[in-house]
């Protein structure tokens, strides 16, 4: 290498490597996750383009700039056309090509030691075969969940046991990868150690039911991050190492935090089967009837009140309302009502679904408050406006302990004067919870699409004049 370019590619690499920390950094606040996806940006395109010029790339330019021109176009494309309801699908999608990157590198090295082309010291080996292990779970069972947020899945998959079955599946891995770091790898060897992995990945995952989601998409961002950390230090590139260790620790904060949401422990996460809720509410009742209120006295309700909390759910993102319900914000702002937006940590499908969704649509940063922040404003809280949100507001969670949710961290909806529910139909949400709310005396079902209700409340609050 020409003394200038052995400089320049570390060099190059540790620039892109603090860039990406202050990405992330920036990712952190709402108000400059913006400029944080552009440094992780320009990052990215540094640490793509110094590659080229890395002493391991031996003329391949070809293939190199084929993947990165027919990836980045087809990235580009989708990220413009893909609906704001898809976005946890495709934010799973790409961390399971994360992971399965990963996975695959350290197959591409495993051959070439089992070839002769490098050499391994144990440390690298033991590196190669347990990035390759994260990296295959990671792809697996990311695309599993893909699958269950597209609604290609629909069922959580259990029998009698799944959890010996998937101990077993991981130990074998685990055993595989022993054998390699004691006998090398060879082709068949490592054919057996893959499947074991991505089967591992799987059967981790089938069990997962919906209201598990973000908390699985979470977990699975810090494998990949691990992976591709992992597949660093193998590949002798500190940038991957920093980048990938900084999103495994990003990642693995993230699942504590929303396991501390769901009132689990990560170990329970971990280990106890995702989203056994689903299938344990089916017993579960309610007392009362839903009572039902039109858009007109639902408007004249909210337009009358001095304050209204919205809590947008899932619902908000399919019936892509979010800007009819910043429109409806505005009118109320004028005539005096002041208005807050309540968010739960694991609101929607993703980490942060409903704040992407109410900044598309240019709700202010200083309009949305996360659960500490404003269960205590509920008691004094003329109208809270519930659109598509099912388990994040059950009071079940405070008062049934036979319920999947009792401990879970709710926001107090029902303690507002007065609840409406914007709501399609009379079923449970995603996770198959009935939700108490829904029969509290001061809580009222208005029923249909978020975003024609919404219209209907904009087309009553404006014939009030």
Known sequence: ??????????????????????GLKGMSSPVTARKGMIWAGIAMALAVLVTFFHPKVEGNYGLMVIALVSASVLAWWWAKVVAMTDMPQMIALYNGMGGGSA????????????????????????????????????????????????????????????????????AATIGLGVWIMVDGPTPL??????????????????????????????????????????????????????????????????????????????????????????????????????????????????????????VPGYGLAVAQAQHKIWELTELLTSRGVKVSFAIHPVAGRMPGHMNVLLAEAGVPYDLIFDLEDINAQF?????????????????????????????????????????????RGQGTGFSGIENLLFFEDNTRMLYGDAQKVAQSLIAGIKALG
């Open 379 to 423: 008691p004094n809280t003329d109208v809270a406006l519930v659109l598509g949100a099912n388990d994040v507001v059950n009071p079940a969670a405070r008062k049934d302990r036979s319920s999947p949710i009792f401990g879970m961290p709710i926001l107090d909806a029902d303690r507002a004067r007065n609840c409406i529910v914007v709501k």
């Open 103 to 170: 996975a695959a590198i350290a197959a591409v090295e495993l051959l070439k030691l089992h070839s002769g082309q490098v050499e391994m010291v144990p440390t690298t080996l033991l590196v190669a075969s347990f990035g390759a292990i994260i990296g295959s779970v990671a792809f697996s069972g990311s695309l599993i969940a893909y699958a269950k947020l597209q609604g290609w899945m629909r069922k959580s998959w259990r029998f009698p046991g799944q959890q010996l079955l998937n101990l077993l599946v991981i």
């Open 189 to 310: 060897l490592l054919a057996l150690f893959f499947a074991s992995a991505l089967l591992a990945g799987i059967l981790v995952t089938v069990p997962i039911g919906g209201a598990d989601m973000p908390v699985v998409i979470s977990l699975y961002n810090a494998l990949t991050g691990l992976a591709v950390g992992f597949k660093g230090y193998v590949l002798e590139i500190p940038a991957l190492m920093i980048a990938g260790i900084v999103v495994g620790a990003a990642g693995t904060v993230l699942t504590q935090l929303m396991a501390k949401a769901m009132n689990r422990s990560l170990g329970n996460v971990l280990f106890a089967g995702f989203g056994k809720a689903d299938e344990d509410a089916a017993g579960l009742s309610a007392e009362g009837e839903m009572r039902s209120i039109d858009a007109t006295d639902a408007a004249i309700q909210m337009a009358y009140a001095e304050k209204v909390i919205i």
């Open 1 to 22: 290498m020409m003394p200038s370019l052995q400089f320049l590619v570390p060099a190059s690499y540790f620039i892109a490597a603090v860039l990406f920390i202050a």
